[in-house]
C-alpha cells in the first residue's frame, strides 16, 4: 500500500475525529449559553427588565399558546402586554436544551405565579423556545406554551424505550 495514501487516511481519521468533537464541544457551549439565557429571561419578566427582552426576542418572535395556535402573538404585541403582565417568579425545571448548529430548542417545566390584566395566571407550562444565532447573538425566535400532560400509559412506554435503548452497545 502507498505510504502517502495511508498517512493521507490517517490524517483524514484525525482530523474528522477532532472536528466531530470540536462540534460537540460546540454544541455543549451553546446548551449552556441557551441555558443561561433562560435563566435571564426569567429573570427579566419578573424584573419587567424590557431591554433585556427586547435584547432576547428576535424581531420574527411569536409566542404560540395550544390554546390557540393558529393564532400566534408577535412580538410587538407581546412586549405590549408587559405593563398588564405582572410576573412574581417563573421557575424552571427539568430543562433540555439540544443545540443544532445556528439553532437550538430549549424545553422545561415552568412554574409560573403571574396576573394578566387583572386575572391570575398559576401553575405549571410546558415551555419550548427556539433560539437561533443572528449575527453571534442567540435570540428567541418562538416560544411555545403548554400544560404538561400526566405520563399515561403509552407515555410511560416510550418512556421505557428511551431506557432501554441507551443500555443498548
Known amino acids: 500500500m502507498d505510504r502517502s495514501f495511508?498517512?493521507?487516511?490517517?490524517f483524514s481519521l484525525i482530523w474528522a475525529a477532532r472536528a466531530g468533537a470540536q462540534g460537540d464541544a460546540d454544541s455543549l457551549t451553546?446548551?449552556?449559553e441557551i441555558a443561561h439565557l433562560e435563566e435571564v429571561w426569567a429573570t427579566a419578566l419578573v424584573q419587567q427588565d424590557t431591554a433585556v427582552l427586547q435584547r432576547?426576542?428576535?424581531p420574527e418572535y411569536a409566542l404560540i399558546?395550544?390554546?390557540?395556535?393558529?393564532?400566534?402573538i408577535p412580538r410587538a404585541a407581546w412586549l405590549a402586554t408587559l405593563p398588564e403582565y405582572r410576573t412574581r417568579s417563573l421557575a424552571i425545571n427539568a430543562l433540555t436544551v439540544r443545540a443544532l448548529g445556528e439553532l437550538a430548542i430549549a424545553s422545561f417545566?415552568?412554574?409560573l405565579d403571574a396576573r394578566v390584566r387583572g386575572v391570575e395566571r398559576r401553575g405549571r407550562y410546558f415551555l419550548t423556545d427556539?433560539?437561533?444565532?443572528?449575527?453571534?447573538?442567540w435570540?428567541?425566535?418562538?416560544?411555545y406554551s403548554s400544560r404538561p400532560e400526566e405520563a399515561s400509559a403509552s407515555t410511560r412506554a416510550l418512556e421505557g424505550v428511551t431506557t432501554d435503548s441507551a443500555k443498548r452497545p
Do not use: F, H, I
Open 109 to 111: 417545566v415552568g412554574d
Open 6 to 10: 495511508l498517512l493521507s487516511v490517517v
Open 130 to 137: 427556539v433560539w437561533q444565532r443572528q449575527d453571534g447573538t
Open 65 to 72: 399558546v395550544s390554546a390557540s395556535p393558529e393564532r400566534p
Open 56 to 58: 432576547l426576542l428576535a
Open 139 to 143: 435570540r428567541v425566535v418562538a416560544r
Open 30 to 32: 451553546a446548551a449552556r
